[in-house]
């Protein structure tokens, strides 16, 4: 069964280094988005992508991040300067899409990242 | 902005009984998602309700939403120590690529 798939696993980085977290959504699927979850925390949107360009993003989604999709099955997260606040699990999730918006959204593992 | 806000945040119960979560949100939906996350892992789909339907089953999940109330219910029958894990669901308001509205969660203990 085909599923999003993330690298790295964990990553953990010093504080204001950069870092790109890296999704292969699933192949036929055309929307695809980021979402974070601090420890003990609630899973929180973060953006949305369709056709190459952001559709939705949230107040967390400031300036420090960007996404990319560099290639037809890569989709890159980056945060530019990491702050202690970014630790968190970062979950990447793709929908077919079509004409209705009724689709499920299928979640990657995860990226743990750890931001010292 | 609306919300999925799950009550209870945990349970524990033993296995073979039933198990019920629920969820409340704010504003009008277009569907509604239950998920499922054992510790530590990423979120795994479970079923998705669309805003005008009133019953959604899938082998043991059973999900009601009632619009009326902003409500819904996710009940598992018959729990297996399996089942121990994070609920939550997630509502969505409409659009092509709207971002999900993720509740705090269910934790739910399945005592063997």
């Known amino acids: 069964e085909p599923e999003v798939t993330q690298t790295p696993s964990h990553q953990v980085t010093q504080m204001g280094q950069e870092v790109i977290l890296r999704c292969v959504p699933i192949s036929n699927h055309l929307y695809f988005y980021w979402y974070r979850q601090i420890l003990g925390q609630k899973v929180e949107f973060l953006v949305s992508?369709?056709?190459?360009?952001?559709?939705?993003k949230s107040e967390i989604f400031d300036d420090q991040f960007s996404v990319e999709r560099p290639d037809g099955s890569n989709f890159t997260l980056k945060i530019r300067s990491t702050k202690l606040e970014d630790s968190a699990m970062y979950f990447c999730?793709?929908?077919?899409?079509?004409?209705?918006?009724?689709?499920?959204?299928?979640f990657g593992p995860g990226t743990r990242l750890t931001v010292l | 902005s609306q919300q999925g806000e799950e009550d209870p945040q945990a349970l524990s119960i033993q296995e073979g009984e039933n198990a019920t979560m629920n969820c409340s949100y704010k504003?009008?939906?277009?569907?509604l998602q239950w998920y499922r996350q054992n510790s530590g892992r990423g979120l795994v789909h479970l079923i998705l309700i669309r805003s005008n339907e009133r019953e959604k089953h899938s082998g043991r999940l059973r999900v009601t939403l009632d619009t009326s109330k902003k409500s819904s219910s996710l009940l598992i029958t018959a729990s297996r120590a399996a089942d121990t894990a994070s609920y939550f669901c997630?509502?969505?308001?409409?659009?092509?690529?709207?971002?999900?509205?993720f509740g705090k969660g269910t934790h739910l203990i399945i005592q063997p």
């Open positions: 504003t009008s939906i277009n569907n």
């Open positions: 999730a793709s929908k077919v899409g079509g004409s209705g918006s009724y689709n499920e959204q299928f």
């Open positions: 992508f369709y056709n190459n360009e952001i559709s939705e």
């Open positions: 997630a509502v969505s308001s409409g659009g092509g690529a709207d971002g999900l509205t």
